[in-house]
């Protein structure tokens, strides 16, 4: 499975833009870049996901580099109801299953 | 609500004991996954089902694990001979990979408690 890397914790401030940043520099051709984030007591929950272009939705937007190498989970308005783990997950065409790693907490501050 | 439900959301017992979790999909979706989260960290693969049949187990998922998906509706994971070492967020998810677009759909998850 190839890996990922994010930081391990980033601070908001409310009301700001919040970029999270992944690296995944082994990266295939038919891996696709997802992005859960998890609540405290929460399961995780899907965010996005993308393959080589830009993706945007009511959540976030993805930014994914020319090279695919990384990418970026952005977050246009930190409310305090965004802070939470993000994981930055790869996951290969026809193949369901995420392997997650440890994320990057987020804290919003009011 | 049409969410994935997993029940029980908590259970405590004491190191030895058999337990059970309970786990009902989303309507109509194919395939589905148990993980198990400790404390700090993301979640881990332990197997996953595509109706009924067990497609993959993780070796994480000992001897003492057992996870059925009977009529490919809901999925039991027990945990025979607990250990403190069990005590974790096992979560489930599921998805319809009619659809592809890799998204896994988790319950609430059930904490586990090994006294």
């Known amino acids: 499975d190839a890996k990922t890397t994010q930081p391990n914790s980033m601070e908001s401030n409310e009301e700001e833009p919040v970029h999270l940043p992944c690296n995944h520099s082994t990266i295939s051709g038919t891996d696709y870049i997802h992005w859960y984030r998890q609540l405290p007591s929460q399961g995780p929950e899907y965010v996005i996901h993308g393959l080589t272009s830009n993706v945007n939705n009511r959540m976030a937007s993805l930014a994914i580099a020319e090279d695919r190498k990384s990418s970026t989970l952005i977050l246009h308005r930190a409310t305090l109801r965004d802070a939470a783990v993000y994981y930055c997950i790869l996951r290969t065409f026809g193949y369901n299953k995420l392997i997650f790693g440890a994320g990057t907490r987020l804290a919003v501050h009011p | 609500d049409t969410g994935v439900s997993q029940d029980p959301r908590h259970k405590i017992t004491k190191r030895g004991q058999n337990v059970t979790f309970r786990c009902d999909p989303i309507s109509e979706h194919n395939r589905l996954y148990w993980y198990r989260q400790t404390l700090g960290q993301g979640p881990e693969f332990l197997t996953y089902f595509q109706n009924e049949a067990q497609l993959e187990k993780s070796r994480l998922l000992s001897d003492r694990f057992s996870a059925e998906r009977p009529k490919g509706s809901f999925s039991t994971l027990e945990i025979q001979r607990t250990e403190q070492g069990d005590s974790a967020m096992y979560l489930c998810?599921?998805?319809?990979?009619?659809?592809?677009?890799?998204?896994?759909?988790f319950g609430e998850g059930s904490r586990l408690t090994v006294l």
């Open positions: 998810a599921s998805t319809d990979i009619r659809v592809n677009t890799g998204e896994l759909f």
